[in-house]
């Protein structure tokens, strides 16, 4: 059976560690992104290159009409999908609750909780058993944030990662008899340049000491558990949440 994987924002930080990981266990990867194409290129050609296969899509996954022709153009490009990595989100700049706005928000509910649900839905439309799809596993990337509620800074993120935790649980067991199962991963301070996004780059190093491994993780780190959930050794787990945070 072919192995066909796509990894929403899968461009860079966690996501492209995944992508290059599924390629060397024999995926052809679907790399989705939205804004940096160069970013997205370069990581094709290094895998194509390499003798893998790899094709990127631009999408948006807050907007459900780029989320389904993303899944059909997988469809098309590389066949009957069984491994998706619902990996894209956004974190806006730290703040306390009384100065976020509705749209700031909205945005971030549309991408890290309704384009996540979308993007499963999809998934799960093609890997179902009982729609005549032959099975697959989705990994959900959630946050330590869920556990650790965000407070005086990311309190909107936190809460738009407890809903993946739940919506991982819940859809875990809806379709445990397709075929289907369902994880998630809890990244806790991982070195990616998310944080040098938000003006802070020296984030995960500055907050080393509160993890009792006292480290920052590595997106390799975490691709190498989402890779585990999605394999044949972890076919007994299902609507579960791994943390990979150092003990955090």
């Not at 990595?85 to 009384?98: H, M, T, Y």
């Not at 809460?159 to 199962?181: P, W, Y």
Request: proline letters at 4%; charged letters at 20%; glycine letters at 12%.
């Amino acid at each position: 059976m072919n192995k066909v994987m796509l990894v929403t924002g899968g461009s860079r930080g966690i996501g492209a560690a995944t992508v290059r990981l599924g390629a060397k266990r024999g995926y052809a990867v679907a790399i989705n992104y939205q804004k940096r194409a160069d970013v997205a290129q370069n990581l094709m050609d290094e895998i194509n290159d390499g003798g893998g296969k790899a094709i990127i899509i631009q999408a948006n996954v807050s907007v459900e009409s780029e989320i389904i022709e993303m899944f059909n153009q997988v469809d098309q490009q590389l066949g009957k999908l069984n491994a998706f990595v619902n990996n894209a989100g956004i974190l806006q700049p730290p703040k306390p609750l009384v100065e976020m706005t509705s749209e700031r928000l909205q945005e971030l509910f549309d991408v890290n909780i309704l384009g996540a649900v979308l993007c499963a839905r999809e998934a799960v439309k093609r890997m179902s058993t009982r729609l005549g799809g032959s099975g697959g596993a989705i990994v959900n990337l959630s946050s330590a944030a869920a556990k650790m509620g965000g407070p005086n800074s990311f309190l909107d993120y936190a809460a738009s990662k407890g809903a993946i935790d739940t919506f991982t649980h819940g859809l875990g067991q809806e379709v445990a008899n397709e075929g289907i199962r369902v994880n998630g991963i809890r990244p806790g301070l991982i070195y990616t340049d998310i944080h040098a996004s938000l003006g802070d780059p020296d984030r995960v190093k500055r907050l080393e000491n509160v993890v009792p491994m006292k480290r920052g993780g590595l997106p390799e780190e975490v691709a190498e558990a989402i890779m585990w959930l999605l394999s044949p050794e972890a076919s007994y787990v299902t609507a579960s949440t791994l943390d990979v945070g150092g003990g955090r």
